[in-house]
Nanobody, 127 residues
Framework: QVQLVESGGGLVQVGGSLRLSCVASGRTSSLDTMAWFRQAPGKEREFVARIKLSEETTLYADAVKGRFTISRDNAKNTLYLQMSSLKAEDTAIYSC????????????????????WGQGTQVTVSS
């Protein structure tokens, strides 16, 4: 089992920056990919970014490309999401996800690919 705990959410003005953190504990050696997803009020959960842990390759949703950066500190078992140039439409609950399902048929930008989830942290961008 793996536990994920996010932090760093809050209220920020349009154009501002925020960094989210996700601390992983438990059988973290079983993980191959970690990601951030978000869900805005009245909308479905959507992919934000992911990182493959062994290769450290990253993938971003078009909506955040060039503004958000996903990274991982292996020594601290912590995943980060650095968010810059924030827009009102970035307002959502951001959740950290981790996958040990390396043979899954789902792609790394599909939520079904991930079998561990954090509780989420609220990010509100005000104009």
């Amino acid at each position: 089992q793996v536990q994920l705990v996010e932090s760093g959410g809050g209220l920020v003005q349009v154009g501002g920056s925020l960094r989210l953190s996700c601390v992983a504990s438990g059988r973290t050696s079983s993980l191959d990919t970690m990601a951030w997803f978000r869900q805005a009020p009245g909308k479905e959960r959507e992919f934000v970014a992911r990182i493959k842990l062994s290769e450290e390759t990253t993938l971003y949703a078009d909506a955040v490309k060039g503004r958000f950066t996903i990274s991982r500190d292996n020594a601290k078992n912590t995943l980060y999401l650095q968010m810059s140039s924030l827009k009102a439409e970035d307002t959502a609950i951001y959740s950290c996800a981790a996958s040990s399902l390396s043979t899954s048929a789902f792609t790394t930008y599909e939520s079904q690919r991930y079998n561990y989830w954090g509780q989420g942290t609220q990010v509100t961008v005000s104009s």
